[in-house]
């Protein structure tokens, strides 16, 4: 495919273009895992129709989105998609993180993962089109897509697009890495990282912990003790969302991959069941849960100096994160709403799986 596919076992433009044809109403993402590859490959083979490859100049890119006003902002993993609808405000570049930090679209971003990108014109039934920016990593996986809405300022967004547009392809996608197959923590690593999480200070330095510990997320929470984290049942995530619903209580949800971390900050009200899918469907928030890939639910504690937060995590059965879900404090707020996320996650049930590991002593 123009030099952007590295394997002669992968379909040729005219076989992914026809798969499109014979069904047009599935999902790219979805399309593209039946082909055997990846959802940036897929779009690779619509360019000169309805896709144009643009550069994936990310400060250039969100420095002239916030002029565009209004835009849906999507961020996804394999388990959880994220949406919110606002504009791109405050955005600072740094080099190994930039942020996002508008009232409605918070975002921290990884540049490194950001490779390729494209501006996508699918065209819809109606005869109109569904217009995207889309940014995938090397292998192409989507990090990050932004949408146009009724309200979003077309001319700035034209403007975006002839800005970053670019003929020639980009760097071959990369195949994906094979899984690192990890080490069980010696006990002298599990009494180091007890040692770590019972002296935080803040939220913040629970990554940085990880990285001295070399344990990986889910295995410190797995393995700390039941003090720090207790294993909850398969219909915990089912409860928490009906439970926020009813009692109209604000939380900040975490959507990561390794190129982004999008953040919801507020209530969530329309919360409806279909099929494998848990969604939240609120005004200017989505978001969609796989919750039959759900593999480990866990309510974790982390001390800081102003007190434990209370989190509820979720793991697919990769060990990867779904989502973080936090109660909503906010510097300045009262003890109330901690409170009332304190009591409601230290209600839901807990699994009857026990814990892999006696807490180090």
């Known amino acids: 495919m123009s030099g952007r596919m590295n394997s002669t076992t992968l379909p040729d433009v005219a076989a992914i273009r026809e798969a499109r044809r014979n069904n047009p109403k599935m999902r790219e993402r979805d399309l593209a895992g039946q082909l055997g590859i990846t959802e940036g490959q897929f779009l690779e083979a619509f360019v000169g129709e309805y896709v144009e490859r643009i550069e994936p100049s990310i400060d250039v890119f969100?420095?002239?989105l916030s002029e565009a006003g209004v835009v849906m902002a999507l961020s996804r993993n394999a388990n959880a998609v994220h949406e919110k609808t606002g504009v791109y405000e405050k955005y600072s570049a740094g080099k190994h993180a930039s942020v996002v930090l508008g009232k409605d679209i918070d975002l921290r971003i990884f540049p490194k993962q950001w490779r390729h990108a494209y501006h996508v014109t699918k065209p819809l039934d109606d005869g109109s089109a569904l217009k995207s920016f889309q940014f995938f990593d090397a292998r192409g996986d989507a990090v990050h897509k932004v949408f146009a809405r009724d309200a979003t300022d077309m001319e700035k967004w034209n403007l975006i697009r002839e800005r970053l547009k670019k003929h020639a392809p980009g760097?071959?996608?990369?195949p994906?890495?094979?899984v690192k197959q990890t080490e069980q923590p010696t006990p002298e690593a599990l009494v180091a990282l007890r040692d770590s999480w019972a002296t935080m200070e803040d939220t913040h330095q629970f990554q940085s912990m990880l990285r001295q510990s070399n344990i990986s997320r889910h295995d410190a929470i797995r393995l700390v003790g039941e003090d720090y984290a207790q294993r909850l049942s398969p219909e915990?995530?089912?409860?928490?969302?009906?439970k926020l619903a009813e009692q109209e209580l604000p939380i900040m949800a975490f959507v990561r991959n390794p190129g982004i971390l999008q953040i919801h900050s507020g209530p969530v009200r329309n919360i409806k069941q279909m099929g494998p899918w848990l969604n939240v469907l609120d005004t200017g928030f989505h978001l969609h849960l796989r919750k039959d890939?759900?593999?480990a639910i866990?309510?974790?504690r982390k001390p800081t100096g102003n007190g434990d937060i209370h989190s509820i995590e979720i793991f697919d059965e990769n060990d990867d994160q779904v989502i973080l879900i936090n109660g909503y404090r906010r510097d300045g707020d009262g003890t109330e709403l901690v409170a009332k996320w304190d009591a409601l996650v230290e209600a839901l049930p807990r699994s009857e799986v026990l814990t892999d590991m006696e807490p180090a002593q």
């Not at 915990?236 to 009906?242: D, K, M, N, Y």
Request: aromatic share 22%; hydrophobic share 60%.
């Open 62 to 64: 969100f420095t002239l």
């Open 171 to 174: 760097p071959d996608f990369k």
């Open 176 to 178: 994906a890495e094979p």
């Open 236 to 242: 915990a995530a089912e409860v928490l969302f009906e």
């Open 293 to 295: 890939h759900f593999a």
């Open 298 to 300: 866990w309510l974790v």
